[in-house]
């Protein structure tokens, strides 16, 4: 911003006023680094997002469908001035890579053991769960087999109830019961563009005011080479995560973790 245009503009007070605010952020607002990061876990390469104090308590965020770690960019620097905040891609997301020889497997069971295996490896014995969507019913497995390593949940759009599901999944419900050729094509069409926007649009009452990064990266990536059929795959295999509510909601009754779902 040029301050001395904004103070000819016919208020001067103004360029004061920008310059005041701005020098005043600077001076007082110290904005922790988010530091990209690798790791191999599982045969995998994981791509992660690494911020705040390595001895402070941990929250490790687990992203959902279409995303990836970087729908946590904004939110990642408002906790790591308390927090070590941990968010990494799953697989099949972002800019974690599987190699081809890896021949992995993708479901919601295999997304788990390979985060379960990255917590391993990052030595993160207390942690809390911030979960979104996908990020769910992997971050909720990890929960029940380490039930002691989960200081709290943080549950944003997560399902443990088939209440939860609405009429959107219809078509893969319908996939579900048939994974027919056909049935897989008709979920594909909503893995394009348009589709991948509208999990950012749909229901909100004003979707000029939502920024076109998040989606357009996304529609990127899934448009990768093999990635829309990960995608499938994964939709398929998301009826065994419903086969597994009653486990989730036996996990929350035993062992009564702090949760919060917004």
């Known amino acids: 911003m040029n301050l001395q245009k904004a103070s000819q503009s016919g208020n001067p007070i103004a360029g004061v006023g920008v310059a005041s605010a701005v020098a005043s952020t600077v001076t007082n607002a110290q904005v922790p680094h988010t530091f990209i990061r690798h790791i191999e876990a599982d045969g995998v390469n994981i791509f992660y997002r690494d911020a705040g104090p390595p001895e402070a308590p941990t929250v490790l965020l687990l992203h959902g469908f279409p995303a990836s770690s970087f729908m946590y ?48 490896v990052l030595s993160l014995k207390r942690y809390a769960l911030y979960v979104f969507d996908y990020g769910a019913p992997t971050g909720f497995r990890l929960a029940m087999a380490h039930p002691e390593r989960v200081a709290a949940i943080i549950s944003q759009n997560g399902n443990a109830y088939e209440e939860g599901l609405g009429g959107a999944w219809a078509p893969i419900q319908r996939y579900w019961l048939q994974p027919t050729i056909e049935n897989r094509e008709a979920v594909r069409k909503e893995l394009g563009p348009e589709g991948i926007r509208s999990q950012y649009t749909f229901g909100v009452p004003y979707p000029e005011t939502i920024a076109p990064e998040g989606y357009t990266l996304d529609a990127a990536m899934i ?36 949760l919060l779902a917004i």
């Open 73 to 120: 960019r904004e939110l990642i620097p408002r906790l790591a001035d308390r927090y070590r905040v941990i968010a990494p891609d799953l697989p099949g997301f972002g800019f974690t890579v599987v190699p081809e020889e890896r021949h992995y497997k993708y479901s919601f069971d295999a997304l788990a053991h390979t985060m379960l295996t990255f917590t391993d």
């Open 223 to 258: 448009a990768r080479p093999g990635n829309m059929d990960i995608q499938l795959d994964l939709f398929l295999d998301y009826a065994n995560n419903i086969r597994l509510y009653p486990s989730f909601q036996e996990y929350f009754r035993k062992e009564k973790p702090l």
